[in-house]
């Protein structure tokens, strides 16, 4: 018995011109992994985002305006500025088409300066030394980084990109890795990825504390000679702030029309840059509140956030104010306006907070100068709409 068995044909020049086609630069990476974990590692499953609000949607200070030396806009990106100029730090609805992206984080100047030998300006993002320790530096297997985010400003041209290793109790000196990126087009937004090898250098491994680890910056000026007097290297030496701003080629002080404007910001292990982590706002907000937390900002109204206070004396009032989260650090307070204590009378005051006790999960404050209140009675504090302002802040 015979039985014959029928194929399809196979066009071999076809199937062969497959081989050719391009897999890209993810693609590659994965068919040069060798083994799963490698391509496990690649492909970044679960959580990849090791930066806070990258999305730039979390601003519990606010708008900022009139700054001049340091401070911060954007929950957790810390402007650093010296002699550049003037500037506000303001949340905009200007975005990139692509990404799903609501918020940018906008620097722009408002007043000029002089261009001197410490000039500088630089967007700084600081993680903590336990929050470092999956980059396994220090040692020889140390990961690689990838750095993506959006940028526009109204100058195009070369700018510095920054990583930094802050040994904060070894007593070692910190470590750099500066790279040059370009802005191609004025006006437009561009998507940047920047990949550097890991730290393998024995001893350079970040302290398991909740210290400064892993630091990138994004720099916005051209500095003076005290931050770009020598040539930036890209890969990781001991640190000197004077590479760090080598290859910008504007400075943001000579003009009220510059400005930069950031978002899309996500640091991951790896060296593929994935597309962007979004995370809910409530996730992002109360990851930012371990650093600030507003209790009471001047946006709010008249008795928004308000809190029970006992009078310890005629002249001093202690309160609990419970924390979100729990802090990085014992925080310091940020207060003032005006306030009122209240019991059917009405007490009017200055909040200057000073801490009374330090815990985990709330803090006791004491006020004084308070006016006349009665020794063990209870009062209602509440802000007065507009003036009065309460935070902790513990940033690293």
Wanted: hydrophobic share 35%; aromatic share 10%.
């Amino acid at each position: 018995m015979v039985v014959k068995v029928s194929k399809p044909e196979i066009n071999l020049r076809e199937k062969i011109s497959e081989l050719d086609k391009p897999s890209g630069v993810a693609g590659q990476a994965m068919l040069a992994a060798e083994t799963p974990q490698e391509q496990f590692n690649l492909i970044s499953a679960g959580r990849r985002r090791m930066n806070i609000n990258g999305a730039m949607n979390v601003s519990q200070r606010g708008n900022v305006t009139g700054l001049s030396t340091t401070g911060y806009g954007a929950d957790r990106y810390l402007i650093q500025s010296n002699t550049a100029g003037t500037m506000s730090l303001t949340t905009d609805a200007d975005v990139p088409e692509e990404g799903g992206f609501q918020s940018s984080y906008k620097i722009a100047c408002t007043a000029t300066a002089t261009f001197g030998t410490d000039s500088n300006l630089v967007m700084i993002y600081r993680l903590e030394g336990q929050d470092s320790q999956c980059t396994n530096f220090g040692k020889p297997n140390a990961s690689s980084l990838t750095l993506s985010f959006w940028i526009k400003s109204n100058r195009a041209g070369d700018f510095n990109v920054n990583f930094e290793n802050e040994l904060p109790t070894s007593g070692g000196a910190d470590r750099g890795y500066q790279t040059k990126q370009t802005l191609n087009q004025a006006d437009t937004w561009e998507y940047k990825v920047v990949t550097i090898e890991g730290d393998n250098i024995s001893g350079k491994s970040f302290t398991n504390n909740t210290l400064k680890g892993l630091c990138f910056e994004i720099s916005l000026s051209k500095g003076g000679s005290a931050w770009a007097a020598t040539a930036s290297k890209p890969y990781w030496h001991d640190l000197a702030n004077a590479e760090r701003t080598y290859h910008n080629q504007h400075f943001f002080g000579d003009s009220t029309s510059n400005y930069w404007k950031i978002t899309g910001v996500q640091l991951e292990l790896g060296s593929v840059a994935t597309p962007f982590e979004h995370r809910s706002y409530g996730e992002e907000l109360a990851l930012c509140q371990r650093y600030y937390y507003a209790f009471q900002t001047l946006s709010d109204t008249l008795g928004q956030n308000s809190f029970l206070s006992t009078a310890y004396s005629a002249n001093t009032m202690y309160a609990v104010i419970d924390l979100p989260v729990q802090m990085r650090a014992t925080p310091s307070i940020i207060s003032g306006g005006t306030w009122h204590a209240r019991k059917g009378d009405n007490v009017s005051f200055t909040l200057a907070a000073g801490i009374q006790r330090a815990g985990k999960n709330n803090m006791t404050i004491a006020q004084s100068s308070v006016g006349t209140a009665n020794t063990g009675q209870a009062y209602w504090i509440e802000s007065q709409g507009g003036t009065g302002y309460l935070s902790f802040q513990a940033e690293i």
